[in-house]
């Protein structure tokens, strides 16, 4: 079983950055794929950016040079840091963790999930 605590949302303007920190418990986080999603008001949930328990890494398109996603094995953690942030980058994003070889983008992969952060761009 592994918990999810995510951490680092607010409100920014365009432009800007914002580093999301996810916590999770257990001692086996490093075996971990570890994501981030998102989700914006009346859309599906979609994925973001994964790391691998090896420390491969995918993100999606609409990030790649915006936003860089890293784990810390030691502290149980896992960071999203952004950049460069939009509007459209507003939504709640979600921590989640899933066994594998490879880095899942899809959200049916995932076993575990957090609760979610907001994080709010204004223009």
């Known amino acids: 079983q592994v918990q999810l605590v995510e951490s680092g949302g607010g409100l920014v303007q365009a432009g800007g950055s914002l580093s999301l920190s996810c916590a999770a418990s257990?001692?086996?986080?490093?075996?971990?794929?570890m994501g981030w999603f998102r989700q914006a008001p009346g859309k599906e949930r979609e994925f973001v950016a994964v790391?691998?328990?090896?420390?491969?890494?995918r993100y999606a398109d609409f990030v790649k040079g915006r936003f860089t996603i890293s784990r810390d094995n030691a502290k149980n953690t896992v960071t999203l840091q952004m950049n460069s942030l939009k509007p459209e980058d507003t939504a709640v994003y979600y921590c989640?963790?899933?066994?594998?070889?490879?880095?899942?983008?899809?959200?049916?992969?995932?076993?575990?999930w957090g609760q979610g952060t907001q994080v709010t761009v204004s223009s």
């Open positions: 790391i691998t328990w090896s420390s491969g890494y």
């Open positions: 257990g001692r086996t986080f490093s075996t971990y794929n």
């Open positions: 989640a963790a899933h066994r594998g070889l490879l880095g899942a983008t899809t959200r049916s992969e995932y076993d575990y």
